[in-house]
T-cell receptor, first 112, second 116 residues
C-alpha cells in the first residue's frame, strides 16, 4: 500500500525567511497530493493541493511542487509570518481510492 | 456555517466501558472518515464511508466499529476500549465529484480520548 514520508519533523525559521517541507510517496498510482495545516487545538485544514497533471501550484505565499518521476512533492512558504507556526501534514491518494495517506507531520516554528 | 462537528471534545474513560463518539456534517457530503492522530505517526485512517450503509476499513480498524444510517452522521464506536486507543480522533467529510473522485476533506475539531 501507499506510504508517505515527510521531512523534517521540526523546522524553525526566522520571520521573513522561506520554509520548505518535503514528502515522498511510494505508490505510482497516487495522483492527488494535499497539504494540511493544523493549529493547536484544531482539526487539519487544507491549505493547498496539487494533482498529478500539474507540476507546480501557487497561492499567494504558498506553493507546492510535484515531481512524479522521483515521487516527491514539496510545500514552499515564502515570507514566513508568526501565524504560519503550526503542524503541517502532506498526504497522497490514488485515483479512485477513498484512502488518504498522511505523512507524519512537520512542526513549523516561525521566530519573530 | 458549513462544518463537521464532533462530540464529545474530551473524554476520559476506563478500560472496557463502551463509548461512542459522534460526528455530524451539514454539507450533504457522501464521504465521511475517521482518523486517529498519534505523535510521530500523523493521521491514520480507521474507517470510512462512501455513502449511507456503505462502510469500509481503513488502515487501523481493529477495536473500532462505525455505522452510517444517515448521510449526515458517522459515529465511531469503541465496544471495549483499551489504553492503546488513547488518542486524538478526527472525523472528516468530503463531496464526491461528478468524475467519482473526492473533493477537499473537511475535518472536525477533534476528540481527545483517554482510556485508563
Amino acid at each position: 500500500g501507499e506510504n508517505v514520508e515527510q521531512h523534517p519533523s521540526t523546522l524553525s525559521v526566522q520571520e521573513g525567511d522561506s520554509a520548505v517541507i518535503k514528502c515522498t510517496y511510494s505508490d505510482s498510482a497516487s495522483n492527488y497530493f494535499p497539504w494540511y495545516k493544523q493549529e493547536l487545538g484544531k482539526g487539519p485544514q487544507l491549505i493547498i493541493d496539487i494533482r498529478s497533471n500539474v507540476g507546480e501550484k501557487k497561492d499567494q505565499r504558498i506553493a507546492v511542487t510535484l515531481n512524479k518521476t522521483a515521487k516527491h512533492f514539496s510545500l514552499h512558504i515564502t515570507e514566513t509570518q508568526p501565524e504560519d507556526s503550526a503542524v503541517y501534514f502532506c498526504a497522497a491518494r490514488a485515483l479512485g481510492s477513498y484512502k488518504l495517506i498522511f505523512g507524519s507531520g512537520t512542526r513549523l516554528l516561525v521566530r519573530p | 456555517e458549513a462544518q463537521v462537528t464532533q462530540n464529545p471534545r474530551y473524554l476520559i474513560t476506563v478500560t472496557g466501558k463502551k463509548l461512542t463518539v459522534t460526528c455530524s456534517q451539514n454539507m450533504n457530503h457522501e464521504y465521511m472518515s475517521w482518523y486517529r492522530q498519534d505523535p510521530g505517526l500523523g493521521l491514520r485512517q480507521i474507517y470510512y464511508s462512501m455513502n449511507v450503509e456503505v462502510t469500509d476499513k481503513g488502515d487501523v480498524p481493529e477495536g473500532y466499529k462505525v455505522s452510517r444510517k444517515e448521510k449526515r452522521n458517522f459515529p465511531l464506536i469503541l465496544e471495549s476500549p483499551s489504553p492503546n486507543q488513547t488518542s486524538l480522533y478526527f472525523c472528516a467529510s468530503s463531496l464526491e465529484t461528478a468524475l467519482g473522485d473526492l473533493d477537499t476533506q473537511y475535518f472536525g475539531p477533534g476528540t481527545r480520548l483517554t482510556v485508563l
